[in-house]
């Protein structure tokens, strides 16, 4: 029902920033909740930011928080992860997910839509 697919990653030096993009195809994603989740080599995916549909309410990892910035434009279907001051131990897989519960969570199993993923690798 919902197709999402990220963009905006790459190859950075430590410091440095990057915005992800999530584009969602549906008119039903502003409906949604939205999360990122990471996952790196050698640790399991993990809760980066979530958003609720509204956009109101946000939650942040402890280990992003201050660096990183989860919000989302309705009116374009697009939610958007900022992310600066960015360190080696944020080189990843980012992907995007989305609904369809009505709630916001981090927890990965109760989001039905994701998207394909984009690499994140900070060199130091």
């Known amino acids: 029902q919902v197709q999402l697919v990220e963009s905006g990653g790459g190859l950075v030096q430590a410091g440095a920033s990057l915005r992800l993009s999530c584009a969602a195809s549906?008119?039903?994603?502003?409906?949604?909740?939205m999360g990122w989740f990471r996952q790196a080599p050698g640790k399991e995916r993990e809760f980066v930011a979530s958003i609720s549909w509204t956009g109101t309410n946000t939650k942040h990892a402890d280990s992003v928080k201050g660096r990183f910035t989860i919000s989302r434009d309705n009116a374009k279907n697009t939610g958007y992860l900022q992310m600066n001051s960015l360190k080696p131990e944020d080189t990843a897989v980012y992907y995007c997910?989305?609904?369809?519960?009505?709630?916001?969570?981090?927890?990965?199993?109760?989001?039905?839509?994701w998207g394909q993923g984009t690499q994140v690798t900070v060199s130091s």
């Open positions: 997910a989305a609904g369809p519960r009505s709630y916001t969570t981090t927890n990965p199993n109760q989001y039905g839509y």
């Open positions: 549906g008119r039903t994603f502003s409906n949604y909740p």
